[in-house]
Structure formats: structure tokens, C-alpha cells
């Protein structure tokens, strides 16, 4: 007799899986790039994101090999993965807590506090290290975003400093940490499918990191001269309070769930405590409106998921860790020990890098790719700690560049911004991905190879 359990099937590698992905790349990107040219204003909200992968889902359906209705479940197991579903509750408390801070008067204290203590030559650098140090401690991106990036609007528009740039340097500090820090979901999925001590991984992070960090800094320092000086006047600090308690409980490490929500209850009770006529019914409607405003991100989270994961299950990514083990073999069987080593460490970067352009989450990017990885790795003698350094840092800068990341939508909601004219802003992934691709060149002398 047959055993009852079924276990999953491996799908057979195929690049017509990955067209839906073009699909909705080429009405998401083409329609807005053409209407920006056309000179419409808002022209990336034009053809919303949620609308624009629809057709991308229809068509997984179609190219799907089983029947509709097991098409459809899969597509819902991707909907409601367990990732996809913390990404929306922490989009709908970063909305919530903006709204209610916002009604409070806390975003203009907070502003006036930070136009008070920092130098208008270093606002952005100031930014960037804040945000940077953050998502260190807390270890995600996301958490980081929903914190700061509504004080960082306030400050570039009251020194009426450029809006996307501004995004961009909270974009940068936030992946900055994600990729650092040691509690972050990235580094642990990396450590972990490569086999290597956490510490091992953060020094071999380091010395790319910190460089290109550095870059970013002078960047956003020459960018930093506000075209107006702000006026500034007395700190309201019980307004501030519940930023300033919601950046120690992150720094603390606390979960990003319970600051968000110690948030939005210490705003709630400023409110209600010091602003004339606000009642538990406006705090509820304004709870609720933040929630509102999250409505497309929330939206086109859930559905990039479905679609993920029906691309995933007909061969998609399966072609693409096909396609880069092939090249590397190839490679592998015709040169010298140290351009095969090379050769790895670039496939390595290009396989996780491509896999998170179609997953647009840079652990499940890790995860799906940490496997042949380390086959890679061990094959061509890298380090366990250089091809985890490699997973990680090429998945986090390929999610602060992604025009559809759920990082640079928080940023887009949060500044009213389209989303490619924030990743033309980050520029510490950019200094990231150079920094790395020379040290594959430059640091690749021969050195132990320790699992």
C-alpha cells in the first residue's frame, strides 16, 4: 500500500515559470517610467501596484501543470505565508502608530527636537546613523522604517531638503543593520544554511560594510545643506516621549509587535491626556485610518506571496539555481583553483540576488538559495563565513533596490513618493554592492577554509 502522507514534488526547472514575474515588471515599471516621461503627475500611482500584478497572477494560473483549484491553494499558501502575514501586521502598527503620533503633536515635537540637536550640514549623515544603529539592535529593516521614517519626513520638509533623498538614507541605515545585526532573520538564515559561527560571518560582513557605509555617509554629507534653516522652538518632550520609548524598547531588542503597539498606546494616551476634544473615538478612527493607509502595500505584499510561490512551485527558482550551478561547474572544471573561487563567490552573489528579485524577501531568498550555496562553497573551497557574508549582503542589497520590496513600499506609503525615485537614493546598497564585488577581486588570496 501507498503512504497516505504525500510529500511535496519537486518541480522541474523552468524559465517560463518566471514570466509572470516580467509580466508585472514590465505594467508595474514600464506604465510608470512611460507615464513620468509623459509628464503625469503621481505617474507610478497611476496603474496601481495591486492591479499591475494581477494579470502576472492570472498567468502563473494559466502555466500552471495542476488543476485550478490546486493552483489556487497553492497561490494561497504563499498569501498567507508566515513571513508575508508579519510583514503586513507590521505594516498595519507602523500606520497605526504614525496616525496617532501625528494627531498627538508628536511628529513635530519629535521634529523640533532633532532640528534643535543636530548641525543642518549633517542632518542626513545624523539620519542615516540613527537609522543605522536602530536596525542593528532590532535586527529588522522594517521595524526601523516604520520608527523613523515618519520623524525623517518631518525634518526634510521643514528644512525643505529633497523628499527621496531623505527616504533614500533611511532606505540605506535600515538595510545597513538588517545586514549587520546578529538577531536579524537574514544573518541567522545565512549562518545557519552555510554552517558558521554568527561572530564569523559579522567580521567577514564588517570590513565590506563599514567601507561602503562610509561612502554613503560623505555622499549624504554633501547632499546635507538644507535650503532653509528651519526655526525651532521649545522641545514639547512629553509629545516626544513615545518615540523616545519606542527607540529604547528597539534598541533593547524587544519584539517589533510590542514596540509598535507600546507605541501607539503612549501616543494614544498624550492624545487623549493633551490635545482639547480628542476622544477614545478619535483614537479609534485614527487607528483605523492608519490602517487604511496601508491598504495597497498590504495588498501587494499578500499577492507578491501567492505569486512567489506559484512561480517557486513551477520550476521558476529551481531554473535559476540550475542556471548559476551550471555556470560555475562550467567554469570550475576549465580554470585555475583561484578564478574558480571567484567564479563561486560572483555565482553565489548572482543566485541569491536573482531569487530575491523573485521572491522581493531577502530571507526566503536565503533560505531557497542557502543550499546550493554551500554545495558551491564547499565545492570550490570558500569559506563558510564568506559565502554566508555573500547571501546575506547580496539579498539585502537587492531589497533596498527593489522598486516592489516591501521596505521601499513602507517608504513610498510613509513619503508619498514612487518607489523608483527611492531606490535611486540608496546609496549605501550601491557602495554595498561594489564593495563587495572588489573584495571578491581584491581579498581573494588564498586563506583556511573553515566549516
Known amino acids: 500500500m501507498s503512504n497516505p502522507k504525500k510529500t511535496e514534488r519537486h518541480a522541474s526547472p523552468s524559465a517560463i515559470a518566471l514570466l509572470p514575474l516580467v509580466v508585472f515588471l514590465a505594467l508595474f515599471i514600464g506604465v510608470g517610467s512611460y507615464l513620468s516621461l509623459q509628464g503625469v503627475d503621481f505617474a507610478f500611482y497611476q496603474l496601481p501596484a495591486p492591479i499591475a500584478v494581477l494579470p502576472a497572477i492570472v498567468l502563473a494560473l494559466v502555466l500552471s501543470k495542476e488543476t485550478l483549484n490546486k493552483a489556487l491553494e497553492q497561490f494561497m499558501k504563499g498569501v498567507g505565508h508566515p513571513d508575508i502575514i508579519a510583514m503586513c501586521m507590521i505594516y498595519l502598527l507602523a500606520g497605526a502608530f504614525a496616525t496617532v503620533a501625528k494627531a498627538s503633536g508628536g511628529v513635530d515635537a519629535t521634529v523640533n527636537l532633532g532640528l534643535s540637536a543636530i548641525p543642518t550640514s549633517m542632518i542626513l549623515p545624523s539620519i542615516f546613523l540613527i537609522s543605522a544603529f536602530i536596525a542593528t539592535a532590532m535586527g529588522t529593516s522594517m521595524g526601523t522604517i516604520a520608527a523613523v521614517a515618519p520623524v525623517a519626513l518631518g525634518i526634510a520638509e521643514s528644512a525643505d531638503m529633497s523628499l527621496a533623498l531623505t527616504a533614500g538614507v533611511v532606505l540605506s541605515g535600515a538595510m545597513f543593520g538588517d545586514n549587520l545585526s546578529i538577531i536579524s532573520d537574514t544573518t541567522i538564515a545565512a549562518t545557519r544554511s552555510q554552517g558558521c559561527e554568527m561572530k564569523d560571518k559579522f567580521r567577514e560582513n564588517v570590513r565590506i560594510a563599514i567601507p561602503a557605509a562610509i561612502i554613503a555617509i560623505v555622499i549624504f554629507a554633501f547632499n546635507s545643506t538644507a535650503t532653509q534653516v528651519p526655526a525651532t522652538e521649545a522641545v514639547e518632550w512629553v509629545k516626544v516621549l513615545p518615540y523616545i520609548v519606542i527607540l529604547i524598547l528597539a534598541v533593547s531588542g524587544l519584539n517589533v509587535f510590542v514596540v509598535l503597539t507600546v507605541g501607539i498606546l503612549m501616543a494614544g494616551s498624550i492624545s487623549l491626556s493633551f490635545v482639547a476634544g480628542y476622544s477614545m473615538s478619535t483614537f479609534s478612527k485614527d487607528i483605523y485610518a492608519g490602517f487604511s493607509g496601508m491598504q495597497e502595500i498590504f495588498l501587494l505584499s499578500m499577492l507578491i506571496g501567492g505569486l512567489s510561490e506559484l512561480m517557486r512551485r513551477q520550476g521558476g527558482l529551481a531554473f535559476l539555481t540550475q542556471m548559476i550551478s551550471k555556470l560555475i561547474r562550467s567554469v570550475s572544471s576549465n580554470n585555475p583553483q583561484k578564478t574558480t573561487g571567484r567564479a563561486s563567490e560572483l555565482g553565489i552573489a548572482a543566485l541569491v540576488s536573482m531569487v530575491n ?54 517608504l513610498g506609503s510613509v513619503f508619498g513618493l514612487s518607489p523608483l525615485a527611492i531606490v535611486a537614493n540608496s546609496y549605501y546598497c550601491f557602495a554595498l554592492a561594489a564593495m563587495a564585488i572588489i573584495a571578491v577581486f581584491v581579498k581573494h588570496p588564498k586563506r583556511k577554509v573553515a566549516y
Do not use: K
Open 357 to 410: 528579485a523573485c521572491t522581493a524577501n531577502n530571507t526566503v531568498a536565503i533560505i531557497v538559495s542557502g543550499g546550493i550555496a554551500r554545495e558551491l562553497a564547499e565545492e570550490n573551497r570558500v569559506s563558510a563565513r564568506r559565502s554566508a557574508s555573500l547571501l546575506d549582503i547580496f539579498s539585502c542589497v537587492v531589497q533596498g533596490v527593489l522598486p516592489y520590496g516591501a521596505q521601499v513600499l513602507l
